[in-house]
Nanobody, 126 residues
Framework: QVQLVESGGGLVQAGGSLRLSCAAS????????MGWFRQAQGKEREFVAG????????YYADSVKGRLSISRDNAKNTVYLQMNSLKPEDTALYYC???????????????????WGQGTQVTVSS
């Protein structure tokens, strides 16, 4: 079992930046593929970014490529989401998630992930 706690959300103007963090506790963090998802009001949860267990491979939704960057520090049991050039359409509740099956690939499907944080709100004003 792993526990995930997100932080770093807030209110920012369009064009601004935020850095989300997700701290993990429990089992060996490097065993988990990590993902960031978001859910806007009235919409389904969607994949934002994912990172392999080693951190070498990263994947992004087309809507965020070039603006958001995922990284991880396995020594600190933490995954990050650097968010630049934010747009009002980025407004959502952001979740980090852990896939505990030691996969070699990163899934974009929420049901693949076993553990979820409580979410952190990001609001981008125009």
């Amino acid at each position: 079992q792993v526990q995930l706690v997100e932080s770093g959300g807030g209110l920012v103007q369009a064009g601004g930046s935020l850095r989300l963090s997700c701290a993990a506790s429990g089992r060996t963090f490097s065993n988990y593929v990590m993902g960031w998802f978001r859910q806007a009001q009235g919409k389904e949860r969607e994949f934002v970014a994912g990172i392999s267990r080693s951190g070498v491979n990263t994947y992004y939704a087309d809507s965020v490529k070039g603006r958001l960057s995922i990284s991880r520090d396995n020594a600190k049991n933490t995954v990050y989401l650097q968010m630049n050039s934010l747009k009002p359409e980025d407004t959502a509740l952001y979740y980090c998630a852990a896939d505990g099956r030691k996969r070699s690939t990163v899934s974009t499907t929420p049901r693949t992930y076993d553990y979820w944080g409580q979410g952190t709100q990001v609001t981008v004003s125009s």
